[in-house]
């Protein structure tokens, strides 16, 4: 899919980091990018920045915890430029904890973001693809879905979790033209650590794991994997790409 002019991708998370610099990415070649989160002043501000650029950039306001947002993203984007070709599940919250402090209500957080809006975005793109026999679904898990670190045990479960339903959902479509990825990125300077409320955590990823001494992956990194990912002829399916800095362990 190198010609992406006329080419549909629905990216949620949108409005910062990841989700916004794969945006930027796939409208520079020309594809329809539809941008979805719930912060809504920021989805404008990424629409006017891409109004110049040769694809065109439209936004609809989403939680993805809401199926029927979900939903209607997937027709909103349908009704816009009559078919979708690449849905990017990317939005996620790491509120990092440690389990003796019993952040329950963060804890909920994760799980129907991490885990039940994949599967939201799966649910409403999914009967499109298969009609259409065409189709590529990408989700943002982490290399805290292969490896388990103190103070991630909820966030790691929910990326683990991300990323088998992706390596599940592939396998059942393997006799289609329907592909699947997991994205794992290592350390990227995206807002993620913004919502974590954890002293303690916080004091672990800055002195026990070193967080303050690695050098982050930029989110446009991490956007030329997913640009890599979907631009593999048809019959190649990358199901996982793992990034990380080079001095993260």
């Not at 879905?145 to 396998?171: D, L, N, Q, S, W």
């Amino acid at each position: 899919m190198s010609n992406w002019n006329g080419k549909t991708i629905i990216i949620t998370g949108a409005s910062s980091g990841i989700g916004e610099a794969t945006a930027e990415r796939f409208v520079k070649e020309g594809a329809n990018v539809v941008l979805a989160a719930r912060r809504e002043d920021r989805l404008k501000e990424l629409q006017d920045k891409l109004s110049g650029e040769t694809g065109k950039a439209v936004y609809k306001k989403t939680d993805v915890t809401s199926e029927k947002e979900m939903k209607e993203l997937a027709e909103f984007a349908i009704n816009e430029f009559g078919q979708i070709d690449v849905l990017f599940n990317n939005a996620g919250l790491m509120p990092l904890s440690f389990m003796k402090n019993t952040k329950v209500d963060e804890w909920d957080k994760m799980v129907d973001v991490n885990i039940k809006g994949v599967l939201y975005g799966v649910a409403a793109v999914l009967p499109h693809m298969i009609e259409r026999n065409e189709g590529h679904i990408l989700t943002t898990s982490s290399v805290a879905g292969h490896e388990v670190m103190p103070t991630g045990a909820v966030y790691c479960g929910t990326k683990f979790a991300a990323r088998i339903i992706m390596e599940g959902m592939g396998k059942e479509l393997a006799e289609s033209n329907i592909r699947t990825t997991s994205i794992s990125p290592g350390v990227v300077q995206t807002e993620l650590t913004d919502t974590i409320t954890d002293e303690d955590a916080m004091s672990f990823l800055k002195d026990g794991v070193g967080l303050g001494s690695m050098t982050p992956l930029a989110s446009e990194d991490i956007a030329e994997g997913v640009f890599y990912a979907v631009n593999q002829p048809a019959h190649v399916d990358v199901n996982e790409i793992i990034i990380r800095p080079t001095n993260q362990g």
